[in-house]
């Protein structure tokens, strides 16, 4: 979906593990990583399309994460003019929605190979803070704010005890 100022729809998903580190994937053949993220299709609310991405980009399935943070609203990034010109695209960035999830199954449950296109070739857990100082010049802003946003949140996925 593409709102009247040219911004795609779109979820980004922060899964964090019991140590309060985040799941960091790698995109397929590049040496980009981010967090998983996906567009929101017409028919979908922000939490299917929440799950869907999930199952698609790291093979988690609902009943593998809860839901313990969401940005209040919609957060947005411009894509960089020469992306555009390579892309010829439709949309001139992404607003979106981002969840802070607990993970609650074992760390084989993630399987980048869900699907018969995958994104990701490789993933790994990094501190909360980390993807900050990796993440492409453009989308630092918007990772800064719903991480900030977010944070209050992560003492819930982190076990006690």
Not at 45 to 58: G, I
Not at 95 to 110: G, N, P, S, T, Y
Not at 124 to 151: N, T
């Amino acid at each position: 979906m593409i709102d009247n100022d040219g911004y795609r729809s779109n979820v980004c998903i922060i899964v964090a593990n019991p140590l309060g580190q985040v799941l960091w994937a790698r995109r397929i053949g590049e040496y980009a990583w981010q967090f998983p993220q996906g567009g929101i299709k017409h028919h979908e609310s922000p939490e299917e399309a929440l799950f869907r991405e999930l199952r698609e980009e790291t093979g988690l399935q609902a009943d593998n994460v809860e839901i313990v943070g969401c940005t209040r609203g919609w957060l947005r990034y411009r894509l960089p003019k020469q992306m555009l010109r390579q892309r010829k695209s439709s949309f001139v960035g992404q607003r979106q929605k981002w969840f802070l999830l607990k993970m609650l199954a074992r760390d084989d449950a993630v399987s980048l190979d869900a699907t018969n296109t995958p994104e990701f070739d490789a993933w790994q857990w990094v501190s909360y803070w980390y993807p900050l100082g990796q993440i492409v010049a453009f989308k630092q802003d918007v990772y800064r704010r719903a991480m900030k946003e977010l944070v209050p949140s992560l003492p819930r996925c982190i076990a006690s005890g």
